[in-house]
C-alpha cells in the first residue's frame, strides 16, 4: 500500500505534564483539541524524556541519542559538532526540515571555529540550529539581569510586538509575561502575581502568536514539497502568567490534590533533600505559592489546546490532515509542589514523563488506541524516518520506531527506559560537594519500579510504583530491595556498555567485510589463502636496477 503522508508536523510544549490532557485523566482541566487529535491517533502513556530539563532533552530528541552519547548534558551546553539530528536524516532522504519556534540549542562556536565554519553560510546555519532550516527561531526566555540578558540573540516576537506599538526594550517581558499592580508592572517572575491577566491582547501573547507563524509556513511555498516541521511552543513553560480570559477560568477548587506525604521528609536521601531545600523546592512546598500558580498554569494549557483547535482546523480545512503525520508532545513536566519540589529535574512522573500522541493519516484501524509500553522520545527520530520510507540508521539513532504500534502491530519491545541528568551547573552540587563529574543521576524505570543511581557515593533511590503508585516511599535503603536494586544495576551496567560512538560505520558495513585490498598478514604458505588475493605477489622476480648491482 501506497502511504499517503509527506509532511511531519512534530509539535512540542515546554514544561507539559503528562497528566494535565483531559484525555490523560486529569479531573477539571479540559483539553477537547489534545482529546481529538488522540481520539484520531494513539497516545503513549508512559513515554519518558531522556532528561528531565529542557537542553539536553531536547537535544536526546532531535539526535535520537542518549545524553551521554550525544554529550549537551545540561542547559547551556553546548551540542558538539558532527552530530547528526532528525533534521539531517530527513533531509539526506528528501525532506526538507523547517524549525518554528523554541530549541534551546547552543552553539559549539568552538567545534565550529576549529573547522572553519562560519553560520553565515547555509552549512553553518544549519549546524548552528540542530540541522534545521530556521523558519522563525525564539526560545522564548528574554530575561534581563545585572548580568545582561539570558538569551541576547534577536527576538522575533519582541520585534512583532513593537511593531504592534507596545512598548519599551523588552515586551515580552514587561507585557506577554507581566501583569499590573497600580500603576506599576506586576512581573511574571514574581508568582504571587500569576492570578493577575497579563497585560498583553490575547491574540498578541505567544501561543497565539506562534500558531500564526505556523499557519504562515503551512501557505508558503516551502510548504508545497515534502516537509518536516518542528513547531516548538514555550508554554506552559513559567513564567506562570497568562492573558484573559485564561487568567480566572480555574479556581482553587479546579487544583488537583497535591501528591506529597510528611514521610517523605524523614531521612530524605541526600539528593532529594538538597531539590526539596533550594528556592523552588522550598515555594513549591507552600499552599499559597501552588493555588497562585497552577490556575495559571491550567490557563496556559488552556490557551495551547485552543490554539491547537486552531491548527488543526486549518489543517483540515487545506486538506493538510490528509497526508501529514502529527506528533504532539512536550520536553519535560513540572512537579507544581508534587513531593515536595517545584519545576523538574528529578525522576517521579510528574517531572519524566511527557504526553505523547500521534496521528497517522494511513493508520485507520488504531485511531484511540492506547499504547502502555515504554517510550522514549529518542525513539521519533526512527518513527519519522520509516514514516516516510527511509532507512533507519540504527548505528547512530539509539531509539525505535513506532510505526507498528501505529499499524496495531505488538512488537518486541523494550524492558525499560532510561532518563540522565547533569546537575553539575546547578547549587545542588555545590551545597552537596559533589564534583562536576559526579554530579550526574541516571533513572532506569520498567513497568513496575523507578530506580535512580547518583553518582558520587550516595545510595540509590527505588520506588516500586505497584505498590506505591504515588511514588511517596523511598525503598533504596530497604534492605528486602536489594535483588530488585542489583537487577537495576545489571541493567545500568548493560546500558553503559551499549555501542554508541560507531557512528561512522553501519553494522552492514562492518559486516560486509574488508575489500580485496591487498593486505596479507598472519600467511605462512601461499596455499592458505585464494589465488586472487595472491595474484599480484605471484611471478618472476624482476632484478635490480644496473646502478643498485654490487
Wanted: charged share 25%; aromatic share 8%; proline share 5%.
Amino acid at each position: 500500500m501506497t502511504r499517503k503522508t509527506k509532511n511531519i508536523l512534530f509539535i512540542m510544549y515546554d514544561q507539559l505534564r503528562h497528566d494535565y490532557l483531559s484525555c490523560a485523566g486529569h479531573k477539571t482541566l479540559h483539553t477537547p483539541h489534545m482529546d481529538r487529535l488522540a481520539a484520531m491517533g494513539v497516545r503513549f502513556a508512559n513515554t519518558y524524556v531522556q532528561s528531565p530539563v529542557c537542553g539536553a532533552s531536547r537535544m536526546s530528541s532531535y539526535t535520537g541519542r542518549y545524553v551521554s552519547s550525544h554529550g549537551a548534558s545540561a542547559n547551556g551546553t553546548p551540542l558538539k559538532v558532527g552530530e547528526m539530528t532528525m533534521a539531517d536524516h530527513l533531509r539526506k532522504a528528501g525532506m526538507d526540515s523547517w524549525l518554528i519556534g523554541k530549541t534551546h540549542m547552543r552553539v559549539d562556536h568552538a567545534g565550529m571555529e576549529r573547522l572553519g565554519i562560519s553560520t553565515n553560510g547555509l552549512i553553518g546555519a544549519r549546524v548552528a540550529e540542530c540541522g534545521f532550516d530556521v523558519w522563525l527561531r525564539e526560545d522564548g526566555l528574554r530575561a534581563v539581569g545585572a548580568d545582561g540578558p539570558y538569551d541576547d540573540t534577536e527576538s522575533p516576537y519582541n520585534a512583532y510586538l513593537k511593531a504592534k506599538g507596545y512598548a519599551g526594550d523588552n515586551p515580552w517581558h514587561d507585557y506577554a509575561n507581566s501583569g499590573i499592580s497600580g500603576d506599576d508592572i506586576a512581573s511574571g517572575w514574581l508568582m504571587k502575581h500569576a492570578e493577575k491577566p497579563a497585560n498583553i491582547a490575547k491574540e498578541d501573547s505567544e501561543t497565539p502568536w506562534l500558531t500564526s507563524r505556523v499557519i504562515d509556513f503551512l501557505n508558503s511555498d516551502q510548504a508545497k514539497k515534502p516537509w518536516m516541521a518542528h513547531i516548538s511552543f514555550i508554554k506552559p513553560h513559567w513564567p506562570y502568567i497568562v492573558p484573559a480570559p485564561y487568567h480566572d477560568m480555574y479556581g482553587h477548587n479546579q487544583i488537583q490534590p497535591v501528591n506529597r506525604a510528611k514521610a517523605e521528609l524523614v531521612n530524605q536521601h541526600p539528593i532529594f533533600a538538597a531539590f526539596h531545600q533550594n528556592p523552588i523546592g522550598q515555594a513549591f512546598s507552600r499552599d499559597e505559592v501552588r493555588e497562585a500558580v497552577i490556575p495559571a498554569y491550567m490557563g496556559l494549557i488552556k490557551q495551547c489546546d485552543d490554539q491547537l483547535g486552531r491548527l488543526l482546523d486549518h489543517l483540515e480545512g487545506s486538506g493538510r490532515m490528509e497526508d501529514t503525520l502529527i506528533v504532539l508532545t512536550s520536553d519535560h513536566g513540572d512537579y507544581l509542589g508534587d513531593h515536595w519540589l517545584g519545576e523538574k529535574d528529578l525522576f517521579h512522573e510528574p517531572s519524566v514523563k511527557v504526553p505523547l500522541i500521534i496521528y497517522d493519516p494511513d493508520a485507520d484501524t488504531t485511531r484511540g488506541r492506547v499504547v502502555d509500553e515504554l517510550v522514549e522520545l529518542i525513539d521519533l527520530a526512527p518513527t519519522f524516518l520509516e514514516c516516510i520510507g527511509a532507512e533507519i540508521p540504527d548505528h547512530i539513532l539509539e531509539g525505535h520506531s513506532l510505526m507498528p504500534f501505529l499499524r496495531g502491530e505488538t512488537p518486541k519491545w523494550r524492558d525499560y527506559a532510561i532518563s540522565e541528568y547533569d546537575y553539575s551547573r546547578s547549587s545542588m552540587a555545590r551545597d552537596l560537594g559533589v564534583t562536576p563529574r559526579d554530579a550526574r543521576l541516571f533513572m532506569i524505570a520498567d513497568q513496575r519500579y523507578t530506580f535512580i543511581h547518583a553518582e558520587g557515593g550516595f545510595r540509590p533511590m527505588l520506588f516500586d510504583r505497584l505498590n506505591d503508585p504515588q511514588e511517596l516511599v523511598d525503598l533504596g535503603a530497604d534492605a528486602g530491595s536489594g535483588d530488585v536494586i542489583a537487577m537495576m544495576y545489571e541493567r545500568l551496567g548493560k546500558w553503559s556498555r551499549r555501542m554508541s560512538q560507531r557512528t561512522t560505520v553501519s553494522d552492514s558495513e562492518v559486516l560486509a567485510g574488508s575489500k580485496q585490498d591487498g593486505i596479507v598478514v598472519g600467511v605462512f604458505d601461499e596455499s592458505e589463502v585464494p589465488t586472487e588475493r595472491m595474484a599480484k605477489y605471484i611471478g618472476k622476480a624482476e632484478p635490480l636496477p644496473k646502478n643498485k648491482l654490487n
